[in-house]
């Protein structure tokens, strides 16, 4: 009986710990859901007019700590329709660890051949 349980319970957390979504999907894309632009569309105009993972990380986590229109990469059209969004509310480092997850799904450099 007790190996049963045990095997139950180790079964459990094996299942709901691939089933936890990271910082990255439950912070942004849970929000980017709402909105017509998607999420990819924002990390391509990052890297065109930043270029590098440092300098994209940088001016994400800048303007995701203090977001204002100076800041933003949309068009003046999506702001006026959608507005700017609030302040993260996400510490520093889980909101590089957000960063981090999103370079690493749409970086384009190592998966050019």
Known sequence: MVRVFFILSL??????????????????????????VTIDKYFYRYLL?????????????EFLKNPNK?????????????GIKKKTKLSDEKLMEALDIYWDKYQVFDKLK
Do not use: G
């Open 70 to 82: 100076d800041k933003t990469i949309m068009a003046e059209s999506f702001v006026t329709r959608f």
């Open 49 to 61: 007019k930043y270029s590098s993972e440092t300098e994209v990380k940088k001016a994400m986590f």
């Open 11 to 36: 079964f459990s957390i094996l299942v709901f710990a691939k089933n936890e979504k990271n910082i990255y999907e439950t912070n942004c894309v849970k929000c980017h859901s709402k909105i017509p």
